[in-house]
């Protein structure tokens, strides 16, 4: 298995663009999760997904942030217009039903906005 | 809100010695789950060992032990003969029977002196 893949591993954008980060979960696992990770905050679940279903967005900062899942195979986070507090590492993980194997995370996501 | 507590943002050990990192969480259920995750320069998130709360014994994988004191909620990572490549920040994290979501901690840092 490949594992959990992102794209791209590194995003640079001006500020006020939209930036979408893309994430293929491992197959077979029926759970997404977009964390960000900061110097500040850590790791932070921003919404998660079971069986590509929304099941807790709380952690999403603000309307400028959408996450779709429209198939099992694939989701994405998107940021519009982006500014540049949201410079961080996105990692998107998945787990198999149970969690009994734990994460499986992505290489995550760079981030920059200026 | 479960939380998780590392209070040693940085440790350093010797190559070939042993390490143990702290952690700490907060939680009034009984079902659930602890992780740790290394995460090296590289950044990608890797699984170091799991364990189920309603085991007694201690979760052990090669070098890697940890000490689970239900009753203290603590749930500390033993690193027996360190080698170069464990320095990497740890974080600790929990997880509740029947929900798929991770609380993280804020990570400890391992330095490995050669």
């Known amino acids: 298995d490949a594992g959990v893949i992102q794209s791209p591993r590194h995003e640079v954008t001006e500020m006020g663009q939209e930036v979408t980060l893309r994430c293929k979960p491992i197959s077979g696992h029926n759970s997404l999760f977009w964390y960000r990770q900061t110097m500040m905050r850590g790791l932070e679940l921003l919404i998660y997904f079971n069986n590509n279903v929304p099941i807790d967005d709380s952690g999403m900062p603000e309307d400028r942030f959408s996450a779709k899942m429209p198939n099992a195979s694939f989701s994405t986070l998107k940021i519009q217009p982006s500014e540049p507090r949201d410079s961080a590492v996105y990692f998107c993980a998945s787990t198999d039903p149970g969690q009994l194997r734990g994460y499986t995370f992505g290489s995550g996501t760079r981030l920059t906005v200026v | 809100a479960q939380t998780v507590t590392q209070s040693q943002p940085e440790m350093s050990v010797q190559e070939a010695e042993t390490v143990t990192l702290s952690c700490t969480y907060d939680?009034?259920?009984?079902?659930?789950?602890l992780f740790w995750y290394k995460q090296p320069p590289s950044r990608q998130m890797i699984l170091v060992i799991r364990q189920e709360a309603y085991k007694q014994q201690n979760a052990t994988e090669n070098r890697f032990s940890v000490n689970f004191q239900k009753a203290a909620k603590s749930f500390s990572l033993k690193i027996s003969d360190s080698q170069l490549g464990d320095a990497a920040m740890y974080f600790c994290a929990y997880g509740q029977g029947g929900s798929e979501k991770l609380v993280f901690g804020k990570g400890t840092k391992l330095t490995v002196n050669p």
């Open positions: 939680t009034s259920e009984s079902d659930y789950y």
